[in-house]
């Protein structure tokens, strides 16, 4: 079974650019998540998708990151503009079903960005 | 605020040792926990749940323990192997479905 795939692994751009990962999730799973995760700590999650609605998206900073999963499937996530505090590891994570009901998370191996 | 912490940074360990890793949450509601092991440059990968109406739930070599009264729970992982060198985290839910980790234990197994 293919796991979750995210693209690009790198990315390093300046403060104020826009920058964008993309998240493919195992197949026939539901439920999506991005995380950001700073360097020491824990992922914090950002937003959650079940199918193409938003679950949640309470720690999500909306005036700069957005995120979609248009057709239940793939999904992207967006900062515009970057800012230095940015810079993390973003996790993608699917689950059959959501977490809270059992579902296990399977995550990807997250897109490094640092914001110079 | 409410949340999810460990005790130990760094857990240094010989190789066939066990090991103990420990978490401390705060949150009453939460019912839901899940251990992760993360690897160097991977994603967290599930090792073992437990949910607040059980004690001990055991995996292969792992074992996790929940004490409701303390709001503790803890990972032992049995003959410790370099292979389980990592960082490791507990994650809680509370009903909202929103997992919530704590800031990792870092394991490193020495041959």
């Known amino acids: 079974e293919a796991g979750v795939a995210q693209s690009p692994r790198y990315k390093i751009i300046e403060k104020r650019q826009s920058v964008a990962f993309w998240c493919n999730p195992i197949s026939g799973h539901a439920t999506l998540y991005w995380y950001q995760q700073i360097l020491g700590q824990g992922p914090k999650l950002l937003i959650q998708?079940?199918?193409?609605?938003?679950?949640?998206d309470s720690q999500l900073p909306k005036d700069r990151f957005s995120a979609e999963r248009l057709k239940g499937v793939d999904s992207t996530l967006k900062i515009q503009p970057a800012k230095l505090e940015d810079s993390a590891v973003y996790l993608c994570?699917?689950?059959?079903?959501?977490?809270?009901?059992?579902?296990?998370?399977?995550f990807g191996p997250g897109t490094r960005l640092t914001v110079l | 605020g409410e949340s999810v912490g460990l005790h130990l940074p760094t857990l240094s360990v010989q190789e066939g040792d066990n090991s103990i890793i420990n978490c401390a949450y705060s949150?009453?509601?939460?019912?839901?926990f899940i251990w992760y092991k993360q690897e160097s440059g991977k994603g967290p990968q599930f090792i073992i749940d437990i949910r607040s109406n059980m004690d001990k739930r055991q995996g292969q070599r792992v074992t996790v323990l929940l004490n409701k009264t303390v709001k503790h729970l803890s990972l032992q992982i049995a003959a410790t192997q370099p292979g389980d060198s990592a960082v490791y985290f507990c994650a809680e839910n509370a009903g909202s479905y929103i997992p919530t980790f704590g800031r990792g234990t870092s394991l490193i197994v020495h041959p």
């Open positions: 949150n009453s509601a939460s019912d839901y």
């Open positions: 994570a699917s689950s059959l079903v959501a977490s809270g009901n059992g579902g296990e998370q399977f």
């Open positions: 998708f079940q199918n193409n609605g938003v679950v949640d």
